[in-house]
């Protein structure tokens, strides 16, 4: 039986962690902020709560359900069979996120759901459990966002950052799980040995995990419990199989000759006392060298290049500025005259001080290390002459992180390559002022179309809509919110434009929705969009199966923003969909060209009888059963048929009452023996497709192609209606040329 879970992370882990728990036998992966939705069995369950280096929490969801008022989220919780959870005999306490309009304070929301398992136990068993704040055996996790509320158990009994090793810290530690992340991606790899060195350990964070990371040493190895050991589900021999297995591959890594691969350094005394430590409750002392020495004598002499990582101090750490410049100075002198063919990698929040390095950085991801934002720094150090930077205003600072701007988007995870720097002409660097005037001139245009949206989104009742879209020439993007993602599409740019120039407005934009929007990487993606010519099609970028739901009126569409240049929704189309939502009770549904079926979804919900999904992608089949699935439509009732929509037209007989007609403008599909031209061949299309309608049916037909014409010929054989200016929401009066649409019935 497969468990539907909500896994947590830092804000900008979640890319690292959907691959990890993938490994770990995940599945059905879907990204959030914070955390990912996966599907697995209790063994999977097992695995990522003892393996996972990057999780917080793994929770087993129990209910998720759309909440208008605080009676509808004590419901959900007190329909939940909770004796069949955990044992009366146990303790419980209830850890509640996030408010709303009817929750406005954590406390209360935490109140109603203890409530509702207190009276769940009273109605079933007559008893109900005892509450414990302090230490409970059995922690519920609770979160409500706008209207969407879940709930469900803590199946690892508190955050799987607190390894089990670490009892004493130096000052402002790195959390364990953070820390793993940042070795991901500096490179540090399991299976793969190599020099690690830190010349400010601390309290030894970095090395200890980079050394658990290399030997493959599962690290919750030393957790002396886990939340899943008190429900009424857990199997003993099964965790004792995995957790065996976990145990014989330490003894293996300890019992190999890797000894001594991994050195840290602090002036202060008493971190290297606490990080020797937390080392050998780790178990890994024999495999790390912490030695008391102030940065002015790092001179490490290994006999091969290694990774030098660091958390040096930044931000509120210290007060003396000045201090703090020659701290990294110092560093980056060191690090040129020790390291060279190493690679490093520093944390910083403060641009400026890594400025101070003196070192050409090769690209940085951005993390929030507790409430601060931090940017994780990578160098690789080749010679010293090319190792130091070029002045600032010749020489853009790019931040790479995962669905970022300079990214290429058709790039693997694993395979990225870091967009290069353009170093001549480049006059606009990020600490010009013309760049920050470009900034503030986005930033600005930015906040003006949130304020203008925020009364309509109101009553839109949805939480995937545009925001810009190419508002002024010369920033020529298009700017999409999907709930709590956005994609910035840039359009593509004539060749008279000249490459550097758009290379900076790129960053301008960037750094203006990443400001205003409070962004963290995992929250922005980045796509460019070019004209379709001849038969070329869009093609697919990625194979995450990155996931998501957004909400439009009752309906949860799930989107992807990483595999395929379309995300799975056409936002301009919710007034249309909304459209079909109102005419659908009672009625049987046709959607031709039907992508992933969110006007479908759209009818289901509205009542519509049954309905017949026609379109030759067996890509957006499967997308389209996901929605269906999302939104327990009854399979039986709601069809899904993979076939070229104009040879279906020829063989069906049925009869609708409600015809969506949405067809690409060209396509050359591998299953068709020719194209489809829209311009060309829309009234054959039309024809065959109100031989399906009932004659008091009515054929909702649109189509996107810039330039369309409908032929007047129609005219004689139909009832026509233009309704495009009704179809056109508040999002998209800038282009209302976005789409084309009409009302078509048969005449009376």
Known sequence: MKNRLFITCPKGVELLLEDEVQTLGLDSIQQSVGGIFAEGDLAAVYRVCLWSRLANRVIWLLAEAEVRTKEDLYRSVRDVYWPGCFALNKTFSVDFKGTNRFIKHSNYGGQLVKDGIVDAFNAEVGERPNVDSQSAQVHIFASVKRNRFMV????????????????????APLKENLAAALLVRAGVKTGEIQPVVDPMCGSGTLLIEAILTMLNIAPAIQRPSFGFEQILRHQPALWKEIYQDAVDKRDAAFASEARLIAYGYD???????????????????????????SLKDFAPALPEPGVLVC????????????????????????????????????????????????????????????????????????RKDKTLNPPAELAPSVKISEGNVWEKSAARRNNEQAVSTPSENAVDGPQSERFKKGVDMVSNRLRKNRK???????????????????????????????GEFFQITEYSAPKSVDKFAAFSRRQQFEEAVREVFELTPGQLFFK??????????????DDSKAFFRVQEGNAHLLVNLKDYLDTGLFLDHRPVRKMIGEQAKGKRFLNLFAYTSAATVQAAQGGALASVSVDMSQTYQSWS?????????????????????????????????????????FSNSKRMDDTFDVQRDHVNLIHKTM?????????????????????????????????????????FKRNAKIHQCWIISHKK
């Open 267 to 293: 002036a202060d005394g008493r971190s290297i006392m606490a990080a020797r430590d937390n080392a050998t409750r780790a178990g890994v002392a024999e495999f790390i060298e912490f030695k008391p020495q």
């Open 528 to 541: 460019e969009r070019t004209r379709q010519k001849g038969t070329s099609q869009y093609v697919k970028l």
């Open 311 to 382: 958390n040096p101090p930044y931000g509120e750490r210290l007060s003396d500025r000045n201090q703090l410049f020659g701290l990294y100075q110092l560093l980056g002198q060191k690090l040129r005259q020790h390291c060279e063919g190493w690679e490093a990698a520093i944390l910083s929040s403060d641009d400026d001080l890594i400025k101070a390095l003196g070192l050409q950085k090769s690209r940085a991801y951005q993390f929030m290390n507790g409430a601060l934002k931090a940017q994780w720094v990578l160098f690789k150090l080749y």
């Open 691 to 731: 031989g399906r309608l009932n004659q008091e049916g009515t054929l909702i037909f649109s189509n996107n192609r810039r330039g369309f014409r409908l032929d007047k010929v129609l005219e004689s054989h139909f009832d026509i209606q233009d309704i495009t200016a009704k179809t056109i929401d508040e999002d």
């Open 452 to 482: 203008h949206l925020k009364k309509w989104l109101k009553r839109a009742d949805t939480d995937a809509y545009r925001i810009y879209d190419a508002d002024m020439p010369e920033y020529a993007f298009a700017l999409d919110c999907y």
């Open 152 to 171: 469900g158990v803590d199946m690892a009994g508190g955050s799987l950052h607190r390894r089990g090793y670490r009892l004493a810290g130096a000052k």
């Open 625 to 665: 059963l996901r929605n269906f699935k999302a939104n327990r439509l009854d399979l039986k009732r709601h069809l899904l048929v993979r076939a070229n929509v104009i040879d279906w037209l020829s063989e069906a007989r049925d009869q609708f009452d409600l015809i969506f007609l949405d067809p690409p403008s």
